[in-house]
Each structure stands twice: as structure tokens, then as C-alpha cells.
């Protein structure tokens, strides 16, 4: 596709749900991000893949919180028992290398209620 | 720890002003640095990116400035239109992952 696509836009979802959000990055992009902004916050890092593995997951906040690329392309995030404290903006970045520009997608707004 | 701090945290100026938003950082060893502008609901898109060699990149009304000895770089805003209302945000690369800092907001007022 021409840009990184997320989905959904949106998400509420009640407080112990389990929830996927979804990043379609730019085609032939290697690296990919996911990131979490909170209001009026900078985005904060998540996880790293180059390719299909996980090259960096330290800023994953706990293990509720996992990613997926099983084919080096689509990215999966999971959440489960989401907590209140997980509602935030999660944006997702690609870049063609690990050290070019990142493209971010819109964003997925989740809410937990 | 790496870290990227901003100031202003919020700016509101009048329409055709100019204005001057700051980043120092931390970060080290220190790769490159770029400026995102980052409007409402959006994802953040890249106006500017520096290498450690070069100290002004200019694009548009958009001027950033840096300084890799003392750790700051600038982002300078040239006759501000209401267009311009989001939020400013410096990221400074160390490897391959950006560390982002909280980032400016501005309001430009008619």
C-alpha cells in the first residue's frame, strides 16, 4: 500500500478483554515499530522487528502486552487482560532499514472501560 | 538512560509570527535527529533530519539548527500560519531505535 495502515481506528473494549490491533506497513519495509502515546505525551517505545523477529521488545510494559510478524510484513499486537491504564494511542512506524526514515501510520485509540 | 527533553511544553503565538522550539538530549552515541510534526488524531510525519555533521537543514518555513557538542538542536518556524497549530516533536536516533521527546505544542492564533 502507498502509506502504513492500522486497524481498527478505534477500539473500547471493557477493562479483562483481550484485543488485536493490526499494522500494514509500507511494502518492502524490514523494520517495524510499534509505539504508545498517551495524551499529550511523546510516543513511547514498544517493540522492534527487522524481518520477522522481535529485535528489540523492552519496552513492552508487561507480559500482557505481545507482538507478532509471522511473515516479516503484517504486524499483530495483542493485549490481553487489558487494564484502564493500557487506553492510549498505539502508532506503528515502518522504515525500508533499520536506520532510514520510519513512516507512522494513524493510530489505533484504545480505550478500556 | 537516553533521553529527549523539549521546551517550550506549549507555545500559542499570533498568525505570521515567528517562533523557536528547543530539544536537548542525551542520547548516545548519537546517529541522527529529525523533527516530526504530528497534527491531531495523526500519525507523526518528518519535516527535517540531521546527521552529526550538519548544523542547519532547512525545509520550507521550517529551519532546524544543531549542535552535537553541547546536545541541542532547534526548530525554527518563519511566518507561522494556522496550518502550523500541532504538536513539534524532536527524535534522536542512537541505533535503530528512535527515542521520541515529549514534544511542543503549538497553537497559532489569527
Known amino acids: 500500500g502507498a502509506g502504513v495502515s492500522q486497524t481498527p481506528s478505534n477500539k473500547v473494549t471493557e477493562k479483562g478483554k483481550y484485543v488485536e490491533l493490526r499494522c500494514d506497513p509500507i511494502?518492502?519495509?524490514?523494520?517495524l515499530y510499534w509505539y504508545r502515546q498517551s495524551l499529550g505525551q511523546g510516543p513511547e517505545f514498544l517493540i522492534y522487528?527487522?524481518?520477522?523477529?522481535?529485535?528489540?521488545d523492552s519496552g513492552l510494559p508487561n507480559d500482557r502486552f505481545f507482538a507478532v510478524r509471522p511473515e516479516g510484513s503484517v504486524s499483530t499486537l495483542k493485549i490481553q487482560r487489558t487494564e484502564r491504564g493500557d487506553s492510549a494511542v498505539y502508532l506503528c512506524?515502518?522504515?525500508?532499514?533499520?536506520?532510514?526514515?520510519?513512516?507512522f501510520g494513524q493510530g489505533t485509540r484504545l480505550t478500556v472501560v | 538512560k537516553n533521553q529527549v527533553e523539549q521546551s517550550p511544553q506549549s507555545l500559542i503565538i499570533l498568525e505570521g509570527k515567528n517562533c523557536t522550539l528547543q530539544?536537548?538530549?542525551?542520547?548516545?552515541?548519537?546517529?541522527?535527529l529529525r523533527w516530526y510534526k504530528q497534527d491531531t488524531g495523526r500519525g507523526p510525519v518528518s519535516l527535517t533530519i540531521?546527521?552529526?555533521?550538519?548544523n542547519t537543514k532547512s525545509n520550507g518555513r521550517y529551519t532546524a539548527t544543531l549542535d552535537a557538542d553541547t546536545k541541542q538542536s532547534s526548530l525554527h518556524i518563519t511566518a507561522s500560519q494556522l496550518s502550523d497549530s500541532a504538536s513539534y516533536i524532536c527524535?534522536?536516533?542512537?541505533?535503530?531505535?528512535?527515542?521520541f521527546g515529549r514534544g511542543t505544542s503549538l497553537i497559532v492564533h489569527p
Open positions: 527524535v534522536v536516533r542512537e541505533s535503530y531505535i528512535p527515542t
Open positions: 512506524a515502518s522504515s525500508l532499514t533499520q536506520n532510514t526514515e520510519a513512516f
Open positions: 522487528f527487522q524481518g520477522t523477529g522481535a529485535a528489540d
Open positions: 511494502s518492502g519495509h524490514t523494520a
Open positions: 540531521m546527521t552529526f555533521s550538519e
Open positions: 530539544c536537548n538530549y542525551t542520547v548516545s552515541p548519537f546517529s541522527n
